[in-house]
Nanobody, 124 residues
Framework: QVQLVESGGGSVQAGGSLRLSCAASRYTGWYCMTWFRQAPGKEREGIAT????????YYTDSVKGRFTISQDNTKTTLYLQMNSLKPEDTAMYYC??????????????????WGQGTQVTVSS
């Protein structure tokens, strides 16, 4: 069992930055760790994954070059550095842990553990 708690959300103007954190109750180094988000009226989507071991990452196109996913050395805290934020980044952001595949790391069925979410609001 892994408990995940997100923090760091808030309101920011377009072009600004935020760093989200996801604190895990235990070591998560053998899981895929992924950030998902859900905007109002839209389905939840995966945006960034870090694979077991922390060496490889994967991003959806809409955040590539602006967002960076990382973990601390103890593999108990996951981060999402978000730069050049846009109004369309407004969403509830969730972290999740699971055994994903390289083919589709954003398949939500593969993620057993989820946080409660943190809200990010970007104003124009």
């Amino acid at each position: 069992q892994v408990q995940l708690v997100e923090s760091g959300g808030g309101s920011v103007q377009a072009g600004g930055s935020l760093r989200l954190s996801c604190a895990a109750s235990r070591y998560t180094g053998w899981y895929c760790m992924t950030w998902f988000r859900q905007a109002p009226g839209k389905e939840r989507e995966g945006i960034a994954t870090i694979y077991p071991g922390g060496g490889n990452t994967y991003y959806t196109d809409s955040v590539k070059g602006r967002f960076t996913i990382s973990q601390d050395n103890t593999k108990t805290t996951l981060y999402l550095q978000m730069n050049s934020l846009k109004p369309e980044d407004t969403a509830m952001y969730y972290c999740a842990a699971g055994y994903c595949t390289a083919v589709d790391p954003f398949r939500q069925y593969d993620y057993r553990y989820w946080g409660q979410g943190t809200q990010v609001t970007v104003s124009s």
